[in-house]
């Protein structure tokens, strides 16, 4: 298989529609499918804010708050972390996912526990999609031939 070498523009302009995104160079690689450095700085900032809010999804219940809210709050969450998150959105935690801001749900999307979604690529779920436990979407893979590695990290 011939490695990608370009970026792939109608990819990155579906991107732009999406909220929350590390934009810069390596950012427009990545979702293209071409070799890029997961250490950029957009990477590196777009991974942590994605680990923090899902601190915030995945936290305990509260025993003294009502579930509505735990609902509510978790709904609210979800809508910062995804690039775009419909209406009656629901998702069992755990989650766990890349940047979060590469995932598009529809309307009454759910999720039972322990979805992972690596979003190193664009990943868009329509309406009404149920998702049974332990689920994982991977979008990206490593290269395999240990010299374009190499070659790519300067090594």
Request: aromatic content about 8%.
């Amino acid at each position: 298989m011939i490695p990608k070498t370009e970026k792939d523009n109608e990819i990155i302009e579906k991107a732009k529609s999406l909220q929350g995104i590390c934009w810069g160079e390596e950012y427009e690689k990545m979702i293209s499918g071409i070799l890029y450095s997961p250490l950029a700085s957009e990477l590196i900032e777009g991974r942590t804010k994605a680990r923090f809010l899902m601190s915030e999804f995945n936290a305990p219940l509260q025993p003294d708050m009502p579930f509505s809210k735990t609902v509510a709050q978790r709904e609210e969450t979800l809508r910062k972390l995804f690039g775009r998150a419909g209406r009656g959105v629901y998702i069992e935690p755990p989650l766990f996912v890349d940047y979060g801001c590469n995932i598009s749900v529809g309307d009454g999307f759910y999720a039972n526990f322990n979805l992972t979604v690596l979003d190193c690529g664009l990943v868009t779920v329509g309406n009404n999609v149920e998702i049974g436990p332990n689920v994982n979407i991977i979008t990206g893979e490593h290269e395999t031939k240990i010299e374009a590695r190499r070659t790519h990290r300067g090594m």
